[in-house]
């Protein structure tokens, strides 16, 4: 059986991909005293053993080359209630981290107050993939938010969602 040849167009692509519901996350780390970060909704586990989780990133990100120097990195998941965080993180040649409360990770690593999760990593891989680069870390530590009511930053269709129902779906 053979498929037809087709060009996926950008936008379609893009368009597509957004019926995809997916947390938030800002991947940060601390280099040479200066704490660096950015908002990343592809991110994913790997392995439970060793433990291993994945993010994608822009190949001219300018965040990453420093966490990669730094070889460390902590995944803060993102609180449904930390949209304006997702979207200062999100943004390129600001000061990224003003009003931003925070403290060190036990790799050192900046973890955001209010977050819903973090992880804390060291880099394990890196791969190139077309104009993104996937980075698997290992989880070195971790904790989670004692606030069970607590939701995660979803985003949809272009923004930002809550989870609506309050069971849980059985397939």
Known sequence: MSFPTTTVEPLSFRE?????????????????????????QSFYSVSMSPPLVSFSVMSNSA?????????????NILSG????????FARRGTDKWHGVQWQHSPLGNPIIAGSLHWLDCEIHAEHAAGDHL??????????????AAAKPLLYFKGQYCNIAAQGVVHG
């Open 16 to 40: 597509a991909l957004g019926h995809y519901a997916s947390g938030i996350t800002v991947i940060t780390s601390h280099l040479d005293d200066e704490p660096v970060g950015f908002t990343c």
């Open 134 to 147: 996937i980075v698997i870390g290992e989880v070195k530590a971790l904790s989670l938010r004692a606030a």
């Open 81 to 88: 209630e930390q949209a304006g965080i997702s979207n200062q």
């Open 63 to 75: 965040s990453y080359p420093k966490i990669r120097q730094a070889g460390r990195f902590v995944v």
